[in-house]
């Protein structure tokens, strides 16, 4: 009798810390790495990323670090990432 008060608050935390990591990207979080992807002359539809994917590029594009040809390797490894993601998820559903 405890155990489905327990399992319904454990999976009330689970889904209340995932929802956020869920949500889609800020569009102004979007715009701003598109911007920073043009300085290193790099393209991608944004507006496919995923929430962390669109982290990633942006903890790139704010780092410190502005080696170019360095944080262009990186950021093209993320990009590169992104799109065999999405190749996969149309390749499962149909």
């Given at each position: 009798?405890?155990?489905?008060?327990?399992?319904?608050?454990?999976?009330?935390?689970a889904?209340?810390?995932?929802a956020?990591s869920?949500?889609?990207?800020?569009?102004?979080?979007?715009?701003r790495?598109d911007?920073?992807l043009?300085?290193f002359?790099?393209?991608?539809d944004?507006?496919?990323?995923?929430?962390?994917e669109?982290?990633q590029?942006h903890?790139?594009?704010?780092s410190p670090?502005?080696?170019?040809?360095?944080?262009?390797r990186?950021l093209?490894?993320?990009?590169?990432?992104s799109?065999?993601?999405?190749?996969?998820?149309?390749?499962l559903?149909?």
């Amino acid at each position: 009798m405890t155990r489905t008060p327990l399992f319904a608050l454990a999976l009330a935390v689970a889904t209340a810390i995932a929802a956020p990591s869920l949500a889609d990207p800020n569009p102004q979080l979007l715009d701003r790495i598109d911007r920073g992807l043009d300085d290193f002359w790099l393209e991608t539809d944004v507006s496919q990323l995923n929430t962390a994917e669109a982290a990633q590029l942006h903890l790139i594009l704010s780092s410190p670090e502005k080696r170019f040809f360095d944080t262009r390797r990186r950021l093209k490894a993320v990009i590169a990432n992104s799109e065999r993601r999405r190749l996969q998820e149309e390749r499962l559903q149909g």
